[in-house]
């Protein structure tokens, strides 16, 4: 769709030029971008255009939708361009006038229309409005598991609300005594039966009384900016998703990443923490803050006896390909993560579902055999049963 340039998008432009005419191009912000072997231009020439008035090179400049919204651009910046919030104002231009359709911006904008409708990203659907628009996944055999899995759920849940518990059947697991923990569960979580299963397992055992509301839908990420989820709540709210714990915070809730709040409680508890191997990569996305989660998982490391395995920070929080993972393909980030795992033959851990998602993709499409688990798949407490991984988390 080639871009409408009318008087309003050039005084638009001419407003953004203002912005950035303190940009003198030293490039900080494209070598700290953890999307970085993935842009073709990068956040510096996008600033570089916007100050030459080359508008059509902006609004067709993919990169805008590679853009993870994570804010290291703006951080890094010495001389306070504020380049992330440029770029989130650049995608809402290109939604008002035009511009090109990449799978990025494709999957955010119907993630903005479902989103309008209904609270939470259902997978199915969402995959299935992306393969209408031509957008299939690169990584088939990945699809195709993903959908085999979510519609079994579906079946089984619809099963279980329809029959009642057989006699003998063992009680639900208690609650742990203490007060509840509000929750946020995002909407990727719920939908994996088994992860969702872990997580409320190993929080249960460290005592932990995760309490789910309603409103705690979709935080609006996917959308990249259009749809936030109207979520407030008065206490810090643990959350499972570095997504929904950067969507909320901007959104002004303030949020503790689950993971770390049971690594603490663990810790002060002085209860020891199972891991599922011996050695792990940590790999923990783009989107949370870098050294805090890095330390998070060394805690816990150092918790279960586990040997983390770390090169240098950037190599552990490049951008797996985000929403655009599954239909642009593997990210250069992911590529050489798992190259140093599979170097140490360890098995990579994340806090993060879409990043694990997409690193197995990364991983089958490598034919590299490296164990892919999510937080809740690796540890659990070392006194509440296995923490075996689950089928087909390494990748021939
Ligand atoms: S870091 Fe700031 S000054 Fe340097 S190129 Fe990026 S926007 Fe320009
Ligand atoms: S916000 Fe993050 S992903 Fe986006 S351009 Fe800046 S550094 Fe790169």
């Known amino acids: 769709m080639a871009t409408t340039i009318d008087a309003s998008l050039r005084q638009e432009f001419a407003r953004l030029r203002e912005e950035c005419l303190l940009c003198y191009q030293c490039g900080q912000c ?23 008035g080359e508008i059509e090179a902006v609004m067709s400049n993919e990169d ?30 290109e939604r008002q006038y035009g511009g090109q359709r990449c799978p990025e911006r494709e999957a955010a904008d119907i993630a903005a229309k479902r989103l309008g409708k209904y609270p939470r990203i259902d997978n199915l659907a969402f ?25 079994s759920q579906t079946v089984n849940a619809r099963m279980k609300a329809g029959r009642a518990a057989p006699e003998g ?43 789910e509301t309603e409103a705690a839908a979709c935080c609006g990420h996917p959308s990249r900016g259009t749809v936030g989820s109207g979520f407030t ?11 929904c714990d950067a969507s909320l915070e901007e ?9 770390e709040a049971l690594v603490d409680r663990a810790r002060r508890d002085e209860r020891p923490l199972k891991a599922a191997a011996e050695s792990f990569v940590p790999y923990v ?21 586990a040997r983390i395995e770390l090169s240098y920070p950037a190599l552990h929080a490049a951008c797996c390909g985000a929403l655009g993972g599954m239909y642009r393909g593997s990210s250069e980030g992911a590529r050489r993560l798992l190259g140093f795992a599979a170097e140490r033959r360890a098995t990579v ?46 990748h021939d």
């Open 30 to 52: 494209t070598s700290s971008c953890p999307n970085g072997g993935d842009l073709e231009r990068g956040p510096r020439r996008i600033i570089r255009d916007v100050q030459a």
């Open 64 to 93: 805008l939708w590679r853009c993870s919204e994570c804010g290291t651009c703006s951080d890094v910046c010495r001389m306070d361009v504020d380049v992330a919030a440029i770029l989130k104002r650049l995608r809402a231009l």
């Open 127 to 151: 995959g299935m409005t992306m393969a209408s628009k031509g957008h299939v996944p690169k990584d088939v055999v990945g699809a195709a598991g993903a959908f085999t899995r979510i519609v």
């Open 169 to 211: 059947a063992p009680a639900a697991a208690a609650k742990p005594a203490g007060p509840a923990r509000p929750f946020y569960a995002g909407c990727a979580l719920p939908q994996d039966a088994d992860a969702y299963r872990r997580t409320h397992a190993v929080a249960a055992a460290i005592g932990f009384n995760l309490a």
């Open 233 to 243: 709540a008065d206490e810090p709210v643990l959350t499972a998703c570095p997504a």
């Open 251 to 259: 959104a002004g809730v303030q949020t503790t990443p689950l993971w």
């Open 285 to 305: 996305g783009c989107l949370v803050d870098r050294e805090r989660a890095l330390a998070s998982l060394a805690d816990a490391a150092a918790l279960s006896g």
């Open 349 to 394: 851990v994340t806090p993060c579902l879409l990043c694990r998602d997409n690193l197995r993709s990364a991983a089958r499409r490598a034919h590299l055999s490296v164990p892919i688990h999510f937080w809740p798949e690796f540890f659990s407490a070392a006194d509440a049963g296995s923490a075996a991984p689950t089928d087909g988390d390494a």
